[in-house]
């Protein structure tokens, strides 16, 4: 059994209110094309998106069921894309996630790591709650997943559709902020 996982995406919240179409090209065309190619030979797909479909104020987690609601061009484009990816693919497996930081690529973490070091004082919003995801955690859950369904334990039908993952917790961005600084010894406002 092959299988194929998409990480790839255009992440950029607000570049991509001015960079429509190649917001749009990356996370609904490429998602598209990997759905068509994953159909034809029979190959489940994972695709990851976001929590920003739903863009509301709500205070619990969110389900899978709830209505979603995107308010920009990068959660329009994130959740046309899962719709590609489902429509083409019914073998598709959406993961939405939040918040996503390691130590390689662009992240929030690495952001603040960065500023806190350049600067003494940085202004984050405190209005905005997530659940920061440690990327190799959400790997390792893809992983076992696939052993799961590779073992048998886990039929490969129950895997489709969409699916939510991130770590414990919430946060806002503020407070992730403020606990990095902490971890990390940076004496920063």
Known sequence: LQWVINCAAYTAVDKAES????????????????????????????????????????????????????KDVYARTKLA????????NPRSMVIRTSWVYSNFGHNFVKTMLRLGRERSEISVVADQIGSPTYAPDLA????????????????????????????????????????IFELENIACK
């Not at 068509?36 to 709500?58: K, M, W």
């Not at 894309?81 to 083409?88: F, P, Q």
């Open 19 to 70: 960079e429509p179409d190649k917001a749009r090209k990356i996370n609904v065309l490429g998602v598209k094309n990997l759905a068509e190619s994953c159909a034809q030979l029979g190959i489940p797909l994972i695709h990851f998106s976001t929590d920003y479909v739903y863009h509301n104020r709500q205070n619990t987690p969110y389900v899978e069921a709830d209505p979603v609601s995107p």
């Open 81 to 88: 894309g899962e719709r590609a990816a489902l429509r083409i």
């Open 140 to 179: 390792e859950t893809v992983l076992k997943i696939i052993q799961k369904v590779e073992s048998g334990a886990v039929p490969r039908e129950s895997i489709a559709g969409i699916w939510h993952y991130s770590n414990e917790g919430v946060a806002s961005w503020y407070d992730f902020a403020s606990a």
